[in-house]
């Protein structure tokens, strides 16, 4: 009796342990490390004892490839599957791992005769390889019943949607086909550089798929171009009742483009239009399409946007009639305290005033040359584009011959004997180090990886004749500064000495360019371009005082520094200690300079 009761605990604990649900099986945040088949036993004896398995969690934990391997196996008969939810599960893998075993688990689900609802791959940074890791997962009878695709933060970049793009037009169309076509109703693709030519490749596929309910693709450096694309594709998913395209730049253009889409929508409930910087002309289209359409509209964010007093006053005025809605966000614009308390008095008026957000981080009235600005600003854009297109291009290229890198490299690592316990970890001399995985998404252990020769590797990625990549990869190093681990330490010092001996040996005038952005993203100077500054952290702080010590860093440049340091600000008030502590260096050596 001791016995059974001894087995009936332990499978009590194993069931909570799984939190196994009807038709779930789950070791979500579980932090486990599975490297090889034997690690995954546990996993592989679920999954093969489960009747009627219908969903799988992964999230939270790290999974090798001959560990995905053995987990696919044991899925390949699992005809009832639907659901993968695989975020954040690679975590601390080379990304040369993650597209076979990708490809594994793709293919199992596949076999099994799967018929996907969900898959959700959000918060791994596998890049354009990892897209086509589970290109033809996406293009098989296994996905042309899939209704949400999740696939936030997974540094795609431009190939990387094109792919997806691609993908899903050919799941569709074969899908089609048999009389019922991909039926797509949740995509998420925030945080992924898509920027114009992926996002206008996705438009494409949504153009074809047309039964969207939501869009997620905040941040994803998308301009104008891109924007307009978008707004297209969002006429033909009549569904669609949200659209987040937070931190993108519309400018006017795509404002204006995105309202005259609106028009053509009766079923949108949220519009994420936030720090897109729709400017007063496009906010003024989109309370021209409030007016006229949009009837069960609940939220709406304009913030951040370079909005002035009269387009706001527009903006509230077409929401009046809207009964359902709950949330007007205009915070961070440019209406000065009369314009807010205008804005406000306007919205109490109409019975609407705990409908509207705060305002407290208003931008004051805009200058009267804004208007002057904005065309600038466009042409100027137009004009950029075209060499963003070729830096893309030229980008892309590079990323798949990484990709061609990865793939011999592990063609030369299975070909050579070794034990079956080493195949999901293969020696660094046959993986090389990944500095792109690492300035995408640092942290210290990537670093650390690199090996050696990091600072020389890193040094060579980094373009310090491109002001704003360069201020980019010393926030990105910097940021995974520890000053309580030595090795991390050092690595991060070694690492940006290289990189800014490099940049501060070039002309005065591109070094002042370079402290002037890094001023900028340390939120210590306002742009006159769109530029969201970064959550400083204090290893952001405590290696530019390292900097400022050293041989290479242009005594010129202390008193700007100090100028800027001296004053008080926000954006820093989380890291007092660097902050003083920078402050006093600077300080310390201003008769120097």
């Known amino acids: ?196 030519d992926g996002a206008t490749a996705l438009a494409q596929a949504f153009q074809l798929i047309g039964t969207l309910e939501e869009i997620h693709m905040p941040q994803n450096g998308i301009n104008h171009a891109g924007v307009a694309a978008l707004a297209n594709a969002v006429q033909h998913n009549p569904q669609l009742r949200v659209l987040n395209l937070n931190d993108n730049t519309f400018t006017k253009k795509g404002a204006i483009a995105m309202a005259q889409a609106l028009k053509h929508l009766r079923s949108v409930q949220v519009i994420n239009f936030g720090d897109c910087l729709v400017r007063s002309e496009g906010a003024i289209a989109i309370a021209d399409a409030l007016t006229e359409g949009l009837p069960i509209l609940k939220e709406l964010n304009l913030s951040f946007g370079e909005i002035a007093e009269d387009a706001a006053l527009a903006v509230a005025k077409s929401v009046k009639h809207k009964d359902q809605l709950e949330r007007l966000d205009l915070n961070g614009n440019c209406f000065g305290e009369d314009g807010c308390q205008n804005l406000r008095e306007l919205m109490q008026n109409m019975n609407m005033g705990d409908l509207l957000g705060s305002l407290s981080d208003d931008e004051g009235e805009p200058e009267d040359d804004d208007d002057d600005d904005d065309d600038d600003d466009e042409e100027e854009e137009d004009d950029d584009e075209d060499e963003e297109e070729e830096e893309d291009e030229e980008e892309d290229e590079e990323e798949e011959e990484d990709v061609d890198e990865d793939e011999e490299n592990e063609e030369e690592g299975e070909d050579e004997p070794s034990k079956p316990s080493q195949m999901s970890t293969p020696s660094s001399a046959s993986r090389p180090p990944d500095v792109s995985s690492f300035l995408c998404f640092p942290s210290p252990d990537k670093l650390l990886r690199l090996g050696n020769k990091r600072a020389e590797l890193i040094q060579q990625q980094v373009d310090v004749a491109d002001v704003g990549r360069t201020v980019e990869a010393f926030l990105k190093i910097s940021s995974v500064y520890k000053e309580d681990n030595p090795e991390v330490k050092a690595a991060v010092l070694e690492s940006l000495d290289a990189v800014l001996r490099k940049t501060f040996s070039l002309p005065s005038a591109q070094t002042f360019s370079f402290i002037s952005s890094l001023l900028v993203m340390l939120g210590l100077l306002k742009s006159e371009d769109k530029v969201k500054p970064v959550a400083v952290v204090a290893g952001h702080l405590q290696c530019l005082e390292h900097a400022v010590k050293q041989d290479y860093f242009p005594r010129e440049h202390i008193a700007v520094l100090y100028a800027f340091m001296a004053r008080q600000n926000k954006s820093l008030e989380s890291c007092a200690i660097a902050r003083d502590s920078l402050r006093s260096t600077l300080q310390r050596l201003q008769p120097e300079s």
């Open 1 to 196: 009796v001791r016995m059974a009761l001894d087995d009936v605990a332990q499978l009590a604990a194993s069931l909570a342990r799984t939190q196994v649900g009807e038709g779930e099986l789950s070791y979500k945040g579980q932090g486990l490390k599975l490297d090889n088949a034997q690690s995954a036993e546990e996993i592989v004896k679920a999954i093969r004892e489960f009747e009627g398995l219908q969903a799988l969690r992964l999230e939270g934990n790290t999974i090798g490839v001959e560990a995905a391997q053995a987990i696919a196996k044991a899925l390949e008969d699992k005809s009832d599957f639907q659901c993968c939810y695989w975020s954040d599960m690679f975590t601390g893998r080379l990304r040369s791992e993650i597209p076979p075993a990708l490809n594994s688990l793709g293919a199992a689900l596949m076999t099994a005769g799967a018929r996907l609802k969900v898959l959700d791959l959000s918060d791994n940074a596998f890049g354009p390889d990892g897209v086509r890791g589970i290109e033809e997962l996406l293009k098989s009878t296994a996905c042309y019943t899939l209704q949400e695709l999740r696939l936030n933060n997974c540094g795609m970049g431009i190939g990387g949607g094109k792919i997806l793009a691609a993908a899903l037009t050919v799941c569709h169309k074969k899908s089609g086909e048999l009389g019922a076509p991909l039926s797509l109703k949740v995509f998420i693709a925030g945080r992924n550089r898509l920027e114009n």
